[in-house]
């Protein structure tokens, strides 16, 4: 019988994961820095080099998900063959290639040296029925398919299938959730399981638009990167289409789209018939998803999660962030005058917490870009930094005077209050555009710096000059 084995408490559980690969790397990531400890096999001579580089990933980018410490990471270690990794493990991920005959053999191996751990197979394509041939339980296998980054996404699907013990998928699924994983029990065996039809569907038109010379791979990906997928991220295929329908929901989107299945737009023509039944199926599955929710007010989460997306993707100059980037460019730049304006902006919706108002740290970041803009007005943007010398801020004092929620524009007047040799403070207005109320000040103190020693410096004469005219011009 297949059980996950309990522990003591303060006791680290303990992976095995068979295949060092681009998933089972991946997996070897996610279950260690969960702080379980993790046996690795892999015959490839360069598996821990590549591991280590899997890791090294890992490390950077999985703690930066969470406001919370991860658990201390646990011991990774590499065995010499299935049976020494496998022995006593509590979870057994079978990550090797896509071939059912080297499954078999794997598989085997692993029930034979540990017949009670759950054994979880990365498998894309193959159902679990296929896998379980030829072992001595039936009940010892089941599919755990993964997306790769398998640190970062949290997908895994789970397909028991016929003859799978209930009670061991349920404990399955404990342990991934407990490593941060989203498992979908998949009802029912079909080859490639659900999210790798529905990609591979697309591929295959996408190979069709080549093909026939209608689109380039670059301009197939901008499509799908510049706008569904976007929206897939965060709402999936059916809601987005729920919003799409209206007012009238998802009714009124198969309604008025369905007959659309019938015209020859795509090479995939084998489609379900849209009957009334059908139709009336798919729209109360539609409400039962997500009927709790009016569309104006999906919409409106639409909109919020969309404008976080972009503004992540805009600060890495990615995809659609990267338009982003190139038009904010093209926007008119803050005012001149006395004092100088140096940032107008509304206030974005990731901005805010959980109060409704904008985070400490925001202000932070709007006095930051304030000084950034002074800057850049001196002659010292990116191209002086480029040169090796810069400004860094060595203090700040904020006062917090009113709430600033998001959708309100703001506005920063800036003065210099005092420029001496190496130091130049600043003194930062923050302010509602609508009425002009205070919402918040700063005091800023920025020394001169030596990217080459990473020590205050004079500036040269010609910026020394230009910042003693702005400080006379503000006295």
């Not at 139709?279 to 998803?289: H, V």
């Amino acid at each position: 019988m297949m059980r996950i084995s309990g522990k003591m408490k303060g006791q680290a559980m303990r992976a095995a994961v068979i295949g060092g690969g681009v998933i089972g790397g991946g997996w070897v990531a996610r279950f260690l820095l969960n702080g379980w400890d993790v046996a690795v096999f892999d015959p490839d001579p360069e598996a821990e080099r590549k591991l280590d580089a899997v890791l090294a990933n890992a490390r950077a980018a999985l703690p930066m998900l969470y406001e919370r410490s991860l658990p201390k990471e646990g011991r990774l270690s590499f065995a010499s063959s299935v049976a020494e990794a496998v022995t006593g493990a509590d979870w057994v991920q079978e990550s090797v290639p896509e071939r059912l005959d080297l499954k078999h053999r794997v598989l085997a191996e692993i029930e034979a040296a540990n017949a009670e751990a759950p054994i979880g197979s990365s498998t894309s394509g193959f159902k679990p029925s296929e896998l379980r041939e030829g072992m001595a339980t039936d009940a010892s296998v089941f599919v755990a398919h993964p997306f790769n980054p398998v640190y970062l996404l949290p997908l895994v699907e789970i397909v028991g299938g016929e003859g799978a013990d209930a009670g061991v998928i349920a404990r399955a699924c404990e342990v991934l959730r407990g490593i941060g994983m989203y498992p979908l029990v998949i009802r029912a065996e079909i080859d490639a399981h659900i999210a790798d039809r529905l990609l591979e569907a697309v591929w295959r038109e996408a190979l069709w638009l080549v093909k026939d010379g209608i689109a380039t791979t670059g301009e197939i990906d901008e499509a799908i990167r510049m706008g569904f997928g976007l929206r897939w991220a965060q709402m999936g295929l059916f809601e987005t289409y729920r919003i799409a329908g209206g007012e009238g929901g998802m009714a009124h989107f198969v309604a008025q789209f369905g007959p659309c299945l019938a015209w020859p737009w795509t090479k995939l023509m084998d489609v379900p018939e849209m009957t009334d039944d059908f139709a009336a199926e798919i729209g109360a599955q539609s409400d039962a998803q997500s009927g709790a929710l009016s569309i104006r007010e999906l919409e409106r989460l639409r909109d919020k999660n969309l404008v976080a997306i972009l503004r992540a993707l805009k600060r890495e100059g990615s995809g659609a962030g990267r338009v982003l980037l190139e038009h904010d460019a093209t926007l008119d730049a803050p005012g001149e005058g006395v004092p100088l304006e140096t940032v107008r902006r509304v206030v974005p919706s990731d901005w805010t917490d959980y109060n409704g108002h904008m985070n400490e740290s925001r202000y932070g970041q709007v006095f930051s870009d304030a000084a950034d803009a002074v800057m850049a007005h001196l002659g010292a943007g990116p191209d002086y930094v480029a040169s090796g010398q810069s400004f860094f801020t060595v203090e700040t004092r904020i006062s917090y005077l009113m709430e600033t929620r998001a959708g309100e524009r703001i506005r920063v007047a800036t003065r210099v209050m005092g420029a001496e040799g190496k130091k130049l403070r600043l003194f930062h207005e923050m302010e509602r555009e609508a009425d002009g109320s205070v919402l918040a000040t700063c005091e800023q103190l920025l020394v001169h710096v030596d990217l080459g020693t990473r020590r205050s410096s004079l500036p040269g004469p010609d910026l020394a000059e230009r910042i003693r005219a702005l400080a006379a011009a503000h006295a």
